[in-house]
């Protein structure tokens, strides 16, 4: 199995910065797909950014010119850059990692979610 932890959140002021990171691990496996995900209270859960090895990067319309994803693939780790944080940005951030494993079988792993609270 795949592990994911993330880490990185916590209390920031609007439009101050945060950078979080995920990192998988586990063995025999390939990375294809790595994002983040937020669900504040009483909303739908949302994907934020995601990256797809060899194809593009994607960013929710709320923090695009914001936020900012970017991975380190020799570590399997993925960050997420947030700056100009908005009250509104305050949710549980989850990291989501898709790929194969050695015996071609798909996975998809979830962390368990850092708390991203923008407050003054």
């Known amino acids: 199995q795949v592990q994911v932890v993330e880490s990185g959140g916590g209390l920031v002021q609007p439009g101050g910065s945060l950078r979080l990171s995920c990192a998988a691990s586990g063995s025999a496996f390939s990375i294809y797909t790595m994002g983040w995900f937020r669900q504040a209270p009483g909303k739908q859960r949302e994907m934020v950014a995601s990256s797809t090895t060899g194809i593009s990067t994607y960013y929710a319309d709320s923090v695009k010119g914001r936020f900012a994803i970017s991975r380190d693939n020799a570590k399997n780790i993925v960050y997420l850059q947030m700056t100009n944080l908005k009250p509104e940005d305050t949710a549980v951030y989850l990291c989501?990692?898709?790929?194969?494993?050695?015996?071609?079988?798909?996975?998809?792993?979830w962390g368990q979610g850092t708390q991203v609270t923008v407050s003054s």
């Open positions: 989501n990692v898709g790929g194969l494993y050695s015996d071609s079988q798909r996975f998809e792993s």
